[in-house]
């Protein structure tokens, strides 16, 4: 019945746990207003035939409404009232926020979505949130009024500069769903568009492990500055007291042994622990040992950063 009704009304799949209660309300509301306006129609042709015009009959006057017509009145609002009371829990449910859901900042701008999660992981275009959870959208606009609509999940949401507005969703089917913005915001609103990815909740877990975080790297940066690295080491090519870090991940090093080695994560976390291991050629032996200095996030981040650098 539900799948009927939503080919008919050419709906897309339903991907949140609150889709199939705001279709059905949805298939209500348009099933009762097509049966009251045929009804009406059927009524009309009725009473043109049986009331019509005919000289044997005589003229009737109006009298004052019966009860029939007053319970009629009041059927037909309290009929609309519960419309309203139902789309007003709705609404609530995704206004609510539930303990422990998944907190993740969605920042709109000309022309694109960010997700920010709890770990400082920042995405662009794609959100990814597990399948079956709830996951509180806290969203914010960085310029003009946006929109954050997704069909497939029945959501739209004025994104409001300087405002946070929290929508509380939860995925019931792994997928691809696209985000569109309804709200005209300049020359690329057409092209603002993103995806919230459901997955599964063990490859959400996966991916939030293993994706690349670009956050890292500006933790890297400041780590890098604290912890002194940048007192030797440039960032900007110049030659200083140790090799410069622009563009020093992936290049081919040349050793003060005669070999070479690729500047990749082992050999750049190896020379923050033990800088004697691999001596560059041409530089003197002045950097100190970082191990103990560093916990294993924030070597990751320094690193993070150096391949930032490219
Ligand atoms: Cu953003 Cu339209």
Redesign the pocket.
Known sequence: MNQLFRHMLDLPPQASSLARSIDTLHYVVIGSAFFVAFAVFVLVVYFLVRFREHPDRPRRTAKTPATFEIGLVVFTLAVFIAFWVVGFAQYRQIRSVTPGAIRVYVV?K??MWEAVYPDGTAVQDDIRVPVGRPVDLLLTSRDVI??FYVPSFRLKQDVVPGRITTLEITATEPGEWDIL??????TG?SR?RGRVIALPPAEYAQWLQSHPTPDLASTGQKLAAEKGCLRCHTVDGTPHLGPTWKGLYGRVEQLADGSTVVADEAYLTESMMDPTAKMVRGFPNLMPSYLGQLAGPEAAAIVEYIRSLR
Do not use: D, I, P, T
């Open positions: 709109a000309q022309w946006h929109s913005c309804a709200e005209y915001c300049g609103h603002m």
